[in-house]
């Protein structure tokens, strides 16, 4: 079993819909979570981080976390066609990241 | 604009030469990272060091290996290139004192050997 895992996608979605991204951890131990994005050729860049069981919000972008369930995922309120990229889970304790979901949104 | 720079950008060499792709970072940070990545996949850890003197091994480290002499730079060797290192390099680093923090990623090394 993989240390990361995300739905494999690809996710495709209308413009001004919600995107769901979702992760799977192993380690139970893990404490520091984060979601970076990767346009196709780019270096992937950070958008949200999550540490605490929960929602964490930052404007079009919530973060959840459940560490009962070892489970993190990224919503993305109102899909714009920037939006369209690689989403990628990582993990801090296990200097891993999943393998990523890409998402496009038609216009 | 992010502070880890890496370089050579693209780099297309023959088969059983050595190379060193260079990263070097200007905030400071004690942990560093080296991630190969081919087109439209996913991330692979090569080597990582926590500080100065501290490298340890990823999950393709076999035919390669780094050095961590100076806090802001943490190059990567391949001793002997072969056609299946052809791939994207991405050096990583981040504040080692906090979880608070995730990786600042360099714009990469697009690397053909043939």
């Known amino acids: 079993q993989k240390e990361v895992e995300q739905n494999s996608g690809p996710l495709s979605v209308p413009e001004g819909a919600i995107a769901s991204l979702n992760c799977t951890y192993s380690?139970?131990?893990?404490?520091?979570f984060f979601w970076y994005r990767q346009y196709s050729g780019k270096s992937p860049e950070l958008i949200m981080s999550?540490?605490?069981?929960g929602d964490k919000e930052d404007g079009r972008f919530t973060a959840q976390l459940n560490k009962a369930s070892q489970y993190v995922s990224l919503l993305i309120r109102d899909s714009q066609p920037s939006d369209s990229a690689t989403y990628l889970c990582a993990v801090l304790s296990d200097m891993r990241f999943g393998a990523g979901t890409r998402l496009t949104v038609k216009p | 604009e992010a502070d880890i720079y890496q370089t050579p950008r693209y780099l297309v060499i023959g088969t059983g030469k050595k190379i060193t792709l260079e990263c070097s970072q200007t905030?400071?940070?004690?942990?560093m990272y080296w991630y190969q990545q081919d087109p439209g996949m996913e991330l692979h850890l090569i080597h990582y060091?926590?500080?100065?003197?501290?490298?340890e091994k990823g999950d393709l480290s076999s035919e390669s290996t780094v050095s961590r002499i100076r806090t802001e730079h943490f190059p990567l060797t391949l001793e002997s290139a072969r056609p299946s290192h052809t791939s994207q390099y991405l050096c990583?680093?981040?504040?080692?004192?906090?979880?608070?923090?995730?990786?600042?990623f360099g714009s990469g090394t697009r690397l053909t050997v043939v």
């Open positions: 905030m400071g940070h004690d942990k």
């Open positions: 060091s926590y500080g100065v003197n501290s490298t």
């Open positions: 999550i540490y605490s069981n």
């Open positions: 990583a680093s981040r504040q080692g004192y906090s979880g608070n923090y995730g990786y600042t």
């Open positions: 380690d139970r131990g893990s404490q520091s």
